[in-house]
């Protein structure tokens, strides 16, 4: 066995251990024992087994270490969503394999990518037509109006619309990196941003611009559009502040959350109390009290992890996501194709950012918007579409150069 | 009686998280540095001219100095093609080469997988891909 299959199977074995002794706990968590958590640690460890040997059968090419990651993070999501809430895991765990094969079917799929980009004006339209079905027939839950629902079916389009974002920019950043082709770029985030502000979703709207302004560096590496970047974020975070209530109440409740504590900075405050209750080795499985916070199952998971796992749990959590963002960062620097690289590099920066958003924002680091910690927190089309998401830059790692090392090569001659 | 059960499990809970951040990390340097498995002597060959030469987890060929295999001859380009391990197959890959890559008369485009026998054709010279079964 190769050396790095060893460690493949070292982080598989990691995974199986956490499950197991975390279900075994939950099992026996309320007085009569249930087995249903039994079921779900050993499905969740043969689904990861089924998908990583898939995965290496099929597309052994690329960065396979990402699967394994993603699979650690959605199995920490999933054993604080049981400990919350039971019958929402149950629900989770059809997401993750939903997650899990569309992940393989986009490895599969993109390639037919290529076939598309020639008529690229296509996600433009694409972009501008998901948005208007928002507007349209968007029904509003937790204080924003992105949600499309269907029966009892519920999808947030901006989820797609992100990675549909960093394709236009992308191709458009390939084709011309003068003025031209860097006002297109702002022409298309300011449609996106006018959309995503009528829908009151403005931890979104912040995503997007950032991820545009980081493309725009790194494709044209100019100081002076970055600087203007960052002066009209300062604005138009400003203007936000003046124009909507709810952006005033958040600061207000992120600048001294104790002023108002029962109402509306309680969220903040629970959330606060709970990252200090755990410590550093936390309450322990169970012993905590996440119920205390509001929506905690999706935006607020890492207070719950930072409670139940503590200090130590959460910090492991974070540098997780740091290695994704690294990881996907490597795939971006060693693909040789210009819009690959700039795909992977787009996705990765809004994944980041995302993580920053949520994160920064239950800890009180920055202002509190609401957007999911990906693959931790219940909900299915974040789920599904950060897998999609990972799927496609798992292809384009495939794409990308392996590395070339001097070595002396044993030669002998045939007798 | 749970408590002390979930008290005492917390410990290992995140032992374990941190034994798979290890060998993340692990991956990580091992990549850095370079020798993931790259540079490994694996059970394939290659035969070129009556001379064999061992095949790593990732071989290059080519006319420049540094390919692990150099192969001299005007229509062979610096970084012609690379032959590497993924799982147990082999694949071939043409790294962009002016003169193309071809596999038992053929020439390839993308990745292809290589069987016993294979004969690898690089600019005007002929090379035989051999497994060894063991």
Redesign the interface.
């Known amino acids: 066995m ?3 299959e060893r ?1 493949e199977i ?2 598989l074995n ?2 199986y ?2 499950g197991v ?2 279900f075994f ?1 939950l099992a ?2 309320k007085s009569p024992i249930s087995l249903n958590p039994i079921y779900i640690a050993f499905g969740f460890g043969f689904t990861v087994t089924i998908f990583y040997y898939l995965i ?2 099929f597309f ?2 690329g960065d396979i ?1 990402i699967f394994l ?1 993603l699979s ?1 993070l959605t199995e ?1 999501g999933l054993i604080m969503i049981y400990r919350i809430n039971s019958e929402l895991a149950l629900k989770q765990v059809e997401w993750i394999a939903i997650g899990m094969i569309l992940f393989m079917a986009s490895i599969f799929f993109f390639r037919f990518y290529e076939g598309i980009r020639k008529h690229y004006q296509v996600l433009l339209v694409l972009i501008i037509l998901l948005f208007l079905v928002t507007l349209l027939f968007g029904t509003e839950k937790f204080g924003s109006k992105n949600w499309i629902v269907v029966g009892n079916f519920s999808f947030q389009p901006s989820e797609l619309i992100k990675i549909l974002f960093v394709m236009m920019v992308s191709e458009i950043l390939t084709r011309d990196k003068t003025k031209k082709g860097i006002l297109k770029v702002v022409g298309i985030t300011l449609i996106s941003l006018f959309f995503l502000v009528l829908q009151k979703d403005l931890g979104s709207a912040f995503l997007f611009y950032m991820t545009a302004l980081i493309m725009i560096f790194v494709a044209t590496s100019n100081l002076l559009y970055t600087m203007f970047g960052f002066l009209g974020l300062i604005f138009s975070g400003y203007m936000g502040f003046i124009l909507f209530d709810h952006v005033k109440v958040r600061v207000a409740a992120w600048l001294n959350p104790w002023l108002d504590v029962p109402g509306r900075s309680y969220q903040i405050v629970q959330s606060l109390f709970a990252i200090g209750y755990g410590g550093f ?7 905590g009290h996440p119920e205390y916070i509001p929506a905690v199952y999706t935006d607020f998971i890492f207070s719950a992890i930072c409670e ?3 200090f ?2 959460a910090v ?1 959590i974070v ?2 996501y740091f ?1 994704i963002c ?1 990881r996907g960062l ?1 795939v971006s620097l060693k693909c040789r194709e210009e819009v690959y690289s700039y795909i992977a590099l787009g996705l990765i920066s809004m994944f980041g950012l995302q993580v920053f958003t949520i994160i920064g924002g239950v800890i009180k680091l920055i202002p509190l918007t609401g957007v999911t910690l990906p693959f931790v927190s219940y909900g299915g089309t974040s789920m599904v579409m950060s897998f999609i998401t990972f799927g496609i830059i798992k292809y384009i790692s495939e794409l990308g150069v ?6 002396e ?6 007798s | 009686m749970y408590e002390i059960l979930a008290q005492i499990l917390r410990f290992v809970l995140v032992a374990f998280i941190y034994v798979f951040l290890y060998n993340i990390v692990k991956i990580m340097i091992l990549e850095l540095r370079g020798n993931i498995g790259n540079s490994e002597i694996t059970n394939a060959k290659l035969e070129m001219q009556n001379i064999i030469y061992n095949l790593y987890t990732y071989t290059t060929l080519g006319r420049a100095e540094d390919n692990d295999i150099r192969i001299e001859n005007q229509y062979v380009s610096s970084k012609h093609a690379a032959i590497y391990k993924r799982g147990r197959k082999f694949f071939l890959e043409d790294l962009k080469s002016t003169n193309g890559t071809f596999l038992n008369g053929k020439r390839i485009k993308k990745p292809v997988v290589l069987r016993n026998g294979d004969v690898i054709k690089v600019g005007e010279v002929e090379l035989k891909f051999l497994l060894d079964k063991r």
């Open positions: 190769d050396y790095d460690i070292a982080l990691s995974i251990i956490i002794v975390a706990l026996v968590y290496k059968k052994p090419k270490y990651i650690f920490i080795f936390g309450t322990g499985l169970g012993l139940e796992f503590g130590l749990g492991a540098i997780v290695i690294y490597r392996e590395d070339l090392w001097e070595k090569n044993e030669i002998y001659k045939l």
